[in-house]
T-cell receptor, first 108, second 110 residues
Framework: QKEVEQNSGPLSVPEGAIASLNCTYS??????FFWYRQYSGKSPELIMS????GDKEDGRFTAQLNKASQYVSLLIRDSQPSDSATYLC????????FGKGTRLHILP | EADIYQTPRYLVIGTGKKITLECSQT?????MYWYQQDPGMELHLIHY???????EKGDLSSESTVSRIRTEHFPLTLESARPSHTSQYLC?????????FGSGTRLTVV
C-alpha cells in the first residue's frame, strides 16, 4: 500500500516567519511530487511541482526533495495570514497519492 | 487558468432521487478523476478514467457510477441518493504532472 505521510497539525507560525511543512512517502519509484494548498471549503490548488532532488523556488515558496530519504518539504518564507490553509503533499507514480494534509495557521 | 468546470456548485435533494454531477474540462486532458471529501477530512478517490470508454473504481467504495463518452466530459451519477452521500465531490484532470481540480459540488441529501 503506497502511503504519503504528513503531520496533521495544526502548525502555528508567526506572521513573517518561515513555515516548514514536511512529508514522507513509501514508494521508492515515485517520480513526481506536488504541494497543494486547500482553503476551507475550497478545492485543492497546485502550488509547487518538483521532479528532481534538490530545491525548487517559486516566489516565497521553496520545495525540497530528497529521494534517498523519501522526503519532500515545503518552505514558506515571510508567512502571511493568507497562507493559513491545509497543505496537501502528493506523490505520483501511476495515480497521485495525496497525504491527509497539514493545517497551517499563521498568527498575525 | 484552470478550465475544469463542475455543476452544480451546491445541491440539496431528497432521499431516493437520482442525480448527476457534471464535470467538463477544455484542456484536452486524457485522465480524469472524481474525489469525495468531507469537511476537514482527506481526499478519497472514487472513480477515474484514462480516456474515452475507460472507467475504473477508486480506492473508496462508492455507490456512484461514471461514464466517459467524450474526452472533455466525465459525469458522476447516483441512482438513489442517501444521506450518507452528503459530501463534497471534486473532479480533477491531468495529462501529465499535477491534477487540476474543479470548484467542486457540495451535495446534501435530506
Amino acid at each position: 500500500q503506497k502511503e504519503v505521510e504528513q503531520n496533521s497539525g495544526p502548525l502555528s507560525v508567526p506572521e513573517g516567519a518561515i513555515a516548514s511543512l514536511n512529508c514522507t512517502y513509501s514508494d521508492r519509484v515515485s517520480q513526481s511530487f506536488f504541494w497543494y494548498r486547500q482553503y476551507s471549503g475550497k478545492s485543492p490548488e497546485l502550488i509547487m511541482s518538483i521532479y528532481s532532488n534538490g530545491d525548487k523556488e517559486d516566489g516565497r515558496f521553496t520545495a525540497q526533495l530528497n529521494k534517498a530519504s523519501q522526503y519532500v518539504s515545503l518552505l514558506i518564507r515571510d508567512s502571511q495570514p493568507s497562507d493559513s490553509a491545509t497543505y496537501l503533499c502528493a506523490v505520483r507514480d501511476d495515480k497521485i497519492i495525496f497525504g491527509k494534509g497539514t493545517r497551517l495557521h499563521i498568527l498575525p | 487558468e484552470a478550465d475544469i468546470y463542475q455543476t452544480p456548485r451546491y445541491l440539496v435533494i431528497g432521499t431516493g432521487k437520482k442525480i448527476t454531477l457534471e464535470c467538463s474540462q477544455t484542456m484536452g486532458h486524457d485522465k480524469m478523476y472524481w474525489y469525495q471529501q468531507d469537511p476537514g477530512m482527506e481526499l478519497h478517490l472514487i472513480h477515474y478514467s484514462y480516456g474515452v470508454n475507460s472507467t475504473e473504481k477508486g480506492d473508496l467504495s462508492s455507490e456512484s457510477t461514471v461514464s466517459r463518452i467524450r474526452t472533455e466530459h466525465f459525469p458522476l451519477t447516483l441512482e438513489s441518493a442517501r444521506p450518507s452521500h452528503t459530501s463534497q465531490y471534486l473532479c480533477a484532470s491531468t495529462s501529465f504532472g499535477g491534477y487540476t481540480f474543479g470548484s467542486g459540488t457540495r451535495l446534501t441529501v435530506v
